[in-house]
């Protein structure tokens, strides 16, 4: 099992930037495939980025150009780096990994989640 402890939300103006990041321990000795998800009051939460094991990466086209998703295997510790914010973008972003996905976005497939960090946008 890991444990998934996201930080680096916060409140921005729009236009502004912002890098969450997801610390994961625990069984680290294994391959995991890692994304982004988030959710706004109202809405159900979505996929935003997703990297494998091998360092694919796939994004949602609504956040793809401003968001980019990486880690450091060595510090064990995702990231999410999320330039030219909108007001849209609000809401609690959350980190999730799996051994293995058979649909990045799809929350079902992911085994593990952190608590969430909230990210706030103003206009």
């Known amino acids: 099992q890991v444990q998934l402890v996201e930080s680096g939300g916060g409140s921005v103006q729009a236009g502004g930037s912002l890098r969450l990041s997801c610390e994961v321990s625990g069984d680290t000795d294994r391959d995991y495939c890692m994304g982004w998800f988030r959710h706004a009051p109202g809405t159900e939460r979505e996929g935003l980025a997703h990297?494998?094991?091998?360092?694919?990466?796939v994004y949602r086209d609504s956040v793809s150009g401003r968001f980019t998703i990486s880690k450091d295997n060595a510090k064990n510790t995702l990231y999410l780096q999320m330039n030219s914010l909108k007001p849209e973008d609000t809401a609690m972003y959350y980190c999730?990994?799996?051994?293995?996905?058979?649909?990045?976005?799809?929350?079902?497939?992911?085994?593990?989640w952190g608590q969430g960090t909230q990210v706030t946008v103003s206009s």
């Open positions: 999730a990994a799996a051994q293995q996905v058979y649909s990045w976005a799809r929350l079902n497939d992911y085994n593990y």
């Open positions: 990297i494998g094991s091998d360092g694919y990466t």
